[in-house]
């Protein structure tokens, strides 16, 4: 029995006829070496490295093809032609680039494969994946796996079931002293718990990770996203000078790891941290840092990107204490800024604070104006602005009523409080104890 050739397999993809370098991989991947003889037998290795290439050059056929049916169908083949006959190295190797391979079919534009269903699809392989190296006893890539099966949880916002995953494994990792690992799950379990808004115990699982990872080296990367999470955390409690140092640490560690792996690509990471950067200064109002920190020469290849394009138009919306302005760039910017969770919930916050000052920067020359009129000079709907006054009159921002029989809006003055009453109630409180302690010592004279 020959083998097939692979160099002619090799010539006909070079060539682009896939169908027929198709055809050659699948008979390469189908050689049963039992059935040779002893001196083919001895070049097992041989064959396996065959069959290695042949995974891997089929994987690609099926993406240029585009063909998610084929693609998964070879993943489940190749776990029963690696059974037994291929390192572990090996094993994990390819699971892990077959894996990666379905999961980016999110980017294929393809009309059977959605968002939902590639990450549905993933979830489901990841798990075949994990049976399988449950039953071929390979415990270090079950525990890989299932770091991967938290996270495609977690990017389907299905944040119990990824910590379900993961406390298992925590324990697992301590009890292995497996360091590297403990930091990435811990990391995972903060990120979960974030998105859950348990915030205690999403800095405690941070604390636990920043804890292992002082222990070990640790890749930029990884450094990056502790101290991306650290910012994250500290904006949520509007400390937004230290999130700030955070953000930037981050930045800098992305743009390390970027450059030493020579990566050309769009930088979403790097965007989306200077992005946060760009959030601090501008809640923390110091407006005149921004343009100062776009000039330096790291951020230099990102100030044409939309998404920092967005950024500085909130800022000169907030810089011109200008409410309409900030809604057209949320209206405008739409993607880049309601579509990102810390973003949205930041803004929402300064949209509120915004709205208030216009509000009563307008209102304080007067005693009494038109609703109407207020309207026309902030330039939003008139049950926007009627919703905005009440609940300020209720929160007690200011003192007056809403007159909506004649549309008009009614200021009073602060009220003087006369603190005489609370006064005497303490001298009266004084007193009795003074009474009370003399009562005492009259009782023991006697």
Known sequence: MT?????????AFNEKDYSNAEKIYLEILNIDTALFDNQVRSNTEKIVDLKETSI???SKIYVLQKDVEKLTKLLKDSLQIMSGSFAKSKTAKIIKLLLDTVESSKSWNSEKLDLNSSLELSIELTKTCIDWSINEKRTFLKQSLQIRLSLLYYKKKN????????EPLISEFKKLDDKSSLVEVQLLESKNYFQLKNYIKSRASLTSARTSANAIYCPSTIQAELDLMSGILNAQDKDFQTAYSYFFEAFENYQLHEQNKNIDDDNEKSIKVLKYMLLSKIMTNNLNDINTLLKQKVCQPFINKKEIEAMKSVSTAVSNRSLK??????KFYTVELSLDPIIRSHLSDLYDSL?????????EPYSCIEINHICSMIGLPKETIESKLSNMILDKTFYGILDQANGWLIIYNEPIVDKSYDYSLEIIKQMSNAVDLLYEKASSLD
């Open 3 to 11: 083998v097939p050739s692979i160099k002619d397999a090799e010539r």
């Open 56 to 58: 891997l050059q089929l």
């Open 159 to 166: 944040y119990n079931e990824s910590l379900k995953i993961i």
């Open 325 to 330: 302005d900030l809604e057209d760039s949320l």
């Open 355 to 363: 709205f208030e000052k216009n509000l009563l920067k307008l209102i």
